[in-house]
């Protein structure tokens, strides 16, 4: 039996990422959202110090039992889970729990500079976290670009299903009106987020993040300057657990 120190799991509508290992040296797995399964083959061989996990989905008990059994200490996220920052937020526990482990992963990877966290997955997500008051801010929910081109077919009769990911070949289409107008729609939406705290803020980063964050990162006016983290959630998980077993 193999033991590390961490495991850290996100678990989001589309997939499940782990990332296992000893502090750098981390090694990772990603699933489909329904193959909980899984884990039991990809673990089986495996202990851990801590195992941290970040969930929208439901995790089944007997995946909760097991990873209480693989690790010395789990911790899933919840409401009544301590940070060290302020969420505001009116109701804390309709706040999806992987918008907090961006937040912890902003808060750890900026922590002098205000940062604006976009992330790109099934949702598009905005959120502000201001490294002076440490305050964490959830701003703004927009449909993915996988959502807007599925709900055009999906809701009339006559449009195609598009892939919103792919360049636009003629825009004197129907295929190529409904990829500009996702396309477009989503690069207006980003940077007026991005032009919104900028403006105002010199002090200031962008952290594009999400499953479609290399899609989104080519909508992004060239005048902005932003990084690129598509592992954001799980690096704040990590900087968690080592904070709490200090």
Known sequence: MLKFDYC???????FIKIQYGNNQDLKDIQIASNEWALLYQYLVDLQ?????????????????????????????LNTETEYPFKVDYDNGSTLGLDRIALALGAYYNSPNVDTL???????????HMNTATK????????PG????????????????????????????????????GVQFGVSAEVNAHIKRYSDTNTNFKTILCGGNARIIAEYIDKEYNFEFNESLALFGLLQYAKSIIK
């Open 8 to 14: 850290l799991i996100d678990a989001g509508n589309s």
């Open 48 to 76: 851990f110090s801590i195992c941290v996990a970040s969930s929208v989905i439901l995790i089944p008990n007997h995946i909760q039992n097991y990873l209480t059994i693989k690790a010395d200490r789990f911790e899933l």
């Open 117 to 127: 966290v976009i992330s790109a997955g099934t949702c598009i997500t905005y959120a």
């Open 135 to 142: 305050v964490y801010t959830p701003i703004g929910i927009s």
């Open 145 to 180: 670009i996988v959502m807007r081109a599925k709900a055009m077919h999906q809701f009339t009769q006559g449009l195609p299903l598009v892939d919103p990911s792919v360049p636009i070949s003629n825009l004197r289409s129907t295929i190529g009106n409904l990829m500009y």
